[in-house]
Structures are given as C-alpha cells and as structure tokens.
Nanobody, 125 residues
Framework: QVQLVESGGGSVQAGGSLSLSCAAS????????MGWFRQAPGKEREFVAG????????YYADSVKGRFTISRDNAKNMVYLQMTSLKPEDTAVYYC??????????????????WGQGTQVTVSS
C-alpha cells in the first residue's frame, strides 16, 4: 500500500503561480511512474502531467504544456507540480497518483493504482 498526501493548493489570481507537493509513504516510489490529475466541477478527471520511474521522462497534457513542470525527489519519496501562468480554467481539485513500475508515463487514470485525497486549486480572473 502507498499513501499519498497532496499539499500546496490554494487561491491565486490569473497569471499567478502555485507549487503542489505529493508526499508518498508506505513504499518507495522511485521505480513507479507518477502522475498529476485534476477534476473540475461537473467534469471528468483528466491527466495533467506525469513522470516516469527509473529515470523516465515527463509528459504533459497540451493544455498545460509550457506552463506546468512535474518533478520528483526519490530520496524524499516526493513528487511536485510547479504551475505558472495559471488560468481560470486550471481551477480544479488536483490529485497525485502512483502508476506502474515503468519509465513510461500513461495518461489513462485506470493505469494508476494509488491516489491522494486531492488539493483544491482556484484561479480567479
């Protein structure tokens, strides 16, 4: 079992920045792909960004490419999401998730095994 706790959400004006953190416990996540997803009211959960395990690369949804950066610190069992140039449409609950032991990053939520409780991000215009 892996437990995930997200933090760093909040309210910001459009154009601002926020940094989310995801702390994992229970197992080391260094070999696992990790992802950030989000869900806005009335919408389905969507993939935002992912980072592969075992030195794998990063992958972003087109809507956040160039504005968001995902990173990980395996020594601390942490994953981060740096968000800049935020837009009102980025408003959502953001979830951290643990994927399979792979350097490949998938965008399908069904491939992720463990999820955090989420952290709210609100961007006002």
């Amino acid at each position: 079992q892996v437990q995930l706790v997200e933090s760093g959400g909040g309210s910001v004006q459009a154009g601002g920045s926020l940094s989310l953190s995801c702390a994992a416990s229970g197992r080391t996540i260094s070999s696992r792909a990790m992802g950030w997803f989000r869900q806005a009211p009335g919408k389905e959960r969507e993939f935002v960004a992912g980072i592969g395990g075992r030195g794998g690369g990063t992958y972003y949804a087109d809507s956040v490419k160039g504005r968001f950066t995902i990173s990980r610190d395996n020594a601390k069992n942490m994953v981060y999401l740096q968000m800049t140039s935020l837009k009102p449409e980025d408003t959502a609950v953001y979830y951290c998730a643990v994927g399979p032991p792979s350097s490949y990053v998938g965008s399908w939520s069904g491939s992720y095994d463990y999820w955090g409780q989420g952290t709210q991000v609100t961007v006002s215009s």
